[in-house]
């Protein structure tokens, strides 16, 4: 998002934008992950159905809110996504490696917990155009103590889906041009870039994962509050 506000375009073609890239980015990503055996499919069957509208419906009305506002928005998702994420770590939950990773306890209560928080992931990225994940891998991990790892993985087909659906919130009632060219050039860098992740992550400590999330996002956070109030 704030790439593409560099480039000039507005709040609202660079989140539809956005999410396009977000959803090829993350679905290069998902097959690598599901070789891997990192993502839990009856995890997402459970709490994704109910995220698919929020973010459709979320998507649908973006255009109807002020531009300025939609970034303390984006900001503050940022921000409070990088405060759980530092939380999970000084709670330092057990760590797991390898295949192993993918074996958590299933705790019912726990899925519950999770569901309105991956509802409000998904309304958050159809109306700001980021990736659920933001809030979802938190939510994962906080709420239903799924290990780091398990997380991302499972992360990556959820927010193929929840962009998907946000993006054609957007696109059914934007005024705005869909800038085609612009939106395939960065697809397919960041298809790239989902297959070099996976690989990547693998070879990271959950905690070093978790930091290195949260401190990515907190310039983005203070770079969008800063550029709202311009």
Do not use: C
């Amino acid at each position: 998002m704030p790439l593409l506000l560099v480039l000039g375009l507005s709040f609202y073609e660079a989140s539809t934008i956005s999410l396009f890239i977000i959803a090829v980015g993350s679905l290069s990503a998902a097959t690598k992950y599901h070789q891997q055996r990192r993502v839990d499919w009856r995890l997402l069957l459970l709490i994704e159905p109910l995220t698919l509208g929020m973010a459709f419906l979320a998507g649908f009305v973006a255009d109807r809110i002020d531009a300025s506002s939609l970034k303390i928005i984006f900001a503050v998702a940022l921000i409070l996504s990088s405060l759980l994420i530092l939380r999970s770590i000084e709670e330092g939950e057990p760590e797991e490696s390898g295949r192993a990773q993918n074996r958590w306890k299933w705790n019912s209560p726990r899925i519950v917990l999770m569901m309105p928080v991956t509802a409000l992931a998904g309304g958050v990225s159809g109306l700001i155009g980021i990736a659920g994940g933001v809030f979802k891998v938190p939510a994962m991990v906080l709420l239903g103590k799924v290990p780091m790892h398990t997380a991302i993985g499972t992360s990556a087909p959820m927010i193929t889906l929840t962009t998907t659906s946000g993006m054609l919130g957007h696109l059914t009632a934007t005024r705005y041009e869909f800038e085609i060219g612009v939106a395939i050039l960065l697809g397919i860098a960041a298809v790239i870039g989902g297959q070099i992740g996976p690989r990547l992550s693998t070879r990271m400590k959950g905690i070093a994962l978790r930091r290195l999330f949260a401190v990515i996002l907190l310039p983005i956070a203070t770079w969008m509050i800063v550029s709202a109030m311009a």
